[in-house]
């Protein structure tokens, strides 16, 4: 993990990453949740600085294709679909559970829509949280002060004691998307994120989404609100588990 | 992850939720402070009462009792031959024995005897028929004093004819005329724990404390061979030798004086003819350190002897089965606590589904998640361990009070019945945690093995 610059958590692809520009390809990717196939034969690929959103009604697999591609859908003994699904070069069914996480700690961001922050933790340790797991975790000092400015990045600066149940609904969500970028993630995975939120605080987090990706950060939303697929740089929309449009909405 | 990380994890964890954890603690920790209370207290007893009255490392080797006892080989050999003796050469066939370190033969007085004495105990004396057996002056380790406990009679001790010629100390044996000490004796500490726990009380006399025991060293009282307060048998021509006390050791017989083999064998053969002699009325045998006495009493049975039936075997059994029952009690308390802590692990994962996805979803892996749930395990374990013995001791303590207090003395009355070895601690301890590991660890697995994003949108 980069530990030299102390600047704004967000990264430039790193130079071992530019040899490809396709950050995330998925071929024919079918998925069951028992006699229901979820996802039937899904073809995506998303490239490094992408915003895409992906939209769809309840249902139609947009969760669970971002779970899948985020290597969450994984248990003991392997992973539970049929396809293939390459992430930053890795086909992520060869990758043991330990490399797995190790990909999830440095390279990817989750913010979820229940924000999921640990209510025992302050806000600060919920940043912190990916560095108690990492193979060669940040110094204290280096990790608190990444930490920090995470938080100051996300404007929730003075909030560090903070405890979650302290804090409104978009407030949590910053403090999620703040952990998610402690290590400066190459990918943002979003599942809704404005989906508990009102229209105002949505909006800045909207924003946000937006300033990140113009810092370069690539970013894969669920969504099913006009506003977020708008903020987008393409949209892709799925329908009972089959991807039935795409396309770029206008500026 | 690190230790350090995992331990700040932990405690953060196990801080957020304290009451779980304390009636995690508390079943964990009411089992192991009924086992370690009722274990200290097997083990207080053998080690501070039984080992004194029943020692584990030696064996009383005596004449088979019966044909029944001797076997075809020793029955045969009775029939033909007589019965079976100690002698010297199974003495030496003993001490050829790998597990044998030393072999102490014993001999009783075979005539009357009788004497008086004690006027530093109870201010008069006491007149009383004595048994007396001789044993080797080498079975004895405990410092004695004034005099060493050994033979004194010698061909070169000085002639006299009145105690003024001898050394300061010594005495004149008119029917030899010659000096002698006094004979050494040592008695048991058996006698003594009966006198204190029964005679002092009865007669309101002074205890005989350690203090007093050494002060007692060196009382002298006489004792008259061949005579006897209550028969009237007489053997041989009556004379009187002085004794003197030299020491309490458990070599001595527990009722009755100790006196350095020699001297038995040579009143023996004055008042009871040359066989009585010859004739050891039983041999202490002592085991190696290590080593089981078992192997020793399959050779002793084999030669066609006996081991004497002390109550050894009976009430270490009693103790044995007493531990056994109380035991089986304490662990079922321990199954009811593991399955607790079972329990409570499964409902707290379940609560903690959706964190625990967190973890996955920032980089945990299924490893980091089964550490971190088993090493709450462990808090709890050692947390139940350490407030267990605390109980424990504690109860062992009060009960160590009230028989100072409120019990009457009696023979063999220990300070303490409890005895926390370190061992015991340490095995506590680690039985503790590793039950509390088996408590958490299906759970634990489980957790670890179901996927993140199931965790994450459980409902």
């Known amino acids: 993990m980069p530990s030299e610059s102390s600047t704004v958590p967000t990264a430039p692809p ?22 229901t196939e979820v996802l039937r034969g899904i073809d995506l690929t998303i490239q490094r600085g992408e915003m895409v959103a992906l939209t769809g009604r309840s249902g139609s697999g947009k969760s669970t294709l971002l779970h899948i591609i985020g290597g969450l859908d994984y248990r003991q003994g392997g992973h539970s679909y049929e396809g293939k699904v390459e992430l930053l070069g890795h086909d992520i069914a060869q990758l043991t559970d330990a490399a797995l996480s190790a990909l999830r700690n440095r390279h990817i961001g989750f913010v979820f829509q229940a924000f999921h922050l640990l209510a025992h933790l302050s806000c600060l340790d919920n940043v912190l949280l990916p560095n108690a797991f990492a193979a060669s975790p940040l110094g204290q000092a ?24 302290e804090l409104s609904g978009g407030q949590k969500q910053r403090v999620a998307i703040a952990r998610a970028l402690l290590f400066r993630p190459t990918l943002l995975l979003c599942d809704e994120p404005t989906g508990n939120l009102d229209d105002y605080t949505g909006q800045q987090i909207i924003e946000l989404f937006q300033e990140l990706h113009r810092d370069g950060l690539t970013l894969l939303l669920v969504t099913h609100e006009p506003r977020v697929a708008q903020a987008t740089t393409r949209l892709v929309r799925l329908q009972s588990g089959r991807i039935v449009e795409t396309e770029e909405p206008a500026p | 992850m690190t230790i350090r990380q995992a331990g ?26 009924v086992l370690g209370f009722f274990l200290a207290l097997s083990l207080g007893m053998q080690k501070r009462v039984l080992s004194r009255i029943f020692p584990t490392d030696r064996l009383e080797v005596v004449p088979p009792k019966t044909s029944v006892d001797q076997g075809a080989l020793g029955a045969l050999g009775s029939l033909l031959g007589g019965s079976r003796q100690l002698g010297d050469e199974v003495i030496a066939t003993l001490r050829a024995h790998p597990d044998v370190l030393a072999v102490f033969p014993r001999m009783k007085v075979a005539f009357p005897v009788r004497g008086w004495g004690g006027e530093r105990i109870v201010g008069r004396p006491i007149y009383t028929d004595l048994p007396i057996d001789g044993i080797d002056p080498a079975a004895v380790s405990e410092a004695t004093a004034p005099w060493a406990f050994k033979d004194y009679v010698s061909a070169e001790n000085p002639f006299c004819t009145e105690d003024k010629n001898c050394p300061s100390g010594w005495y004149c044996s008119w029917d030899i005329n010659k000096c002698e000490p006094p004979v050494p004796v040592i008695v048991s500490p058996t006698i003594l724990e009966f006198y204190n726990g029964s005679f002092a009380r009865m007669y309101g006399l002074p205890k005989i404390s350690g203090f007093l025991a050494n002060q007692l060293r060196g009382m002298t009282a006489t004792a008259e061979l061949g005579k006897s307060f209550i028969s009237r048998r007489e053997s041989g021509k009556p004379r009187q030798r002085k004794l003197v006390l030299v020491g309490v050791s458990d070599r001595a017989q527990p009722f ?41 009493v399959e050779l ?12 050894a075997e009976q009430a270490g059994l009693a103790v044995l089965l007493m531990t056994a029952l109380f035991v089986l009690v304490s662990l079922s308390t321990l199954v009811v606590a593991t399955l607790n802590v079972a329990h409570t692990f499964f409902r707290a994962i379940s609560e903690r589904r959706h964190e625990l996805g967190v973890m996955r979803a920032v980089g945990a892996s299924q490893r980091d998640i089964l550490i971190l749930l088993l090493g709450e395990a462990v808090c709890i374990g050692v947390g139940g361990a350490l407030s267990g013995l605390v109980v424990s ?19 063999f009355k220990p300070s303490s019945y409890f005895w926390f070895a370190p061992e015991l601690v340490a095995g ?32």
Request: aromatic fraction near 8%; charged fraction near 20%.
């Open chain 1, 14 to 35: 790193r130079p071992s990453d530019q040899a490809t520009q396709d950050l995330i390809t998925v071929s024919n990717l079918r998925k069951r949740f028992g006699d």
């Open chain 1, 142 to 165: 280096e990790a608190e002060q990444r930490a920090q400015l995470a938080l100051e990045r996300v404007g929730l600066g003075d909030k560090r004691r903070s405890r979650p149940s």
């Open chain 2, 8 to 33: 700040s994890l932990l405690v953060r964890s196990l801080w957020r939720a304290p009451r779980a954890f304390a009636l995690s603690v508390f079943g964990i920790g009411v089992g192991i402070s």
């Open chain 2, 256 to 296: 009755g004086l100790t006196v350095p083999l020699p001297y038995v064998k040579r009143w023996n053969a004055e008042y009871a003819g040359g066989g009585a002699a010859q004739e050891y009325s039983s041999l202490t045998v002592q085991v190696r350190p290590g080593k089981s006495v078992t192997r020793v």
């Open chain 2, 300 to 311: 002793v049975r084999k030669l066609g002897y006996s081991i004497e039936d002390n109550g």
């Open chain 2, 393 to 411: 001791w504690l109860a062992a303590q009060g009960i160590d009070f009230l028989s100072k207090t409120a019990l009457p003395d009696f023979p």
């Open chain 2, 428 to 459: 506590l301890l680690l039985f503790s945690v590793l039950i509390c590991l088996l408590g958490a660890l299906w759970p634990a697995r489980a957790a670890a093995k179901q996927s993140p994003a199931e965790a994450l949108t459980a409902k």
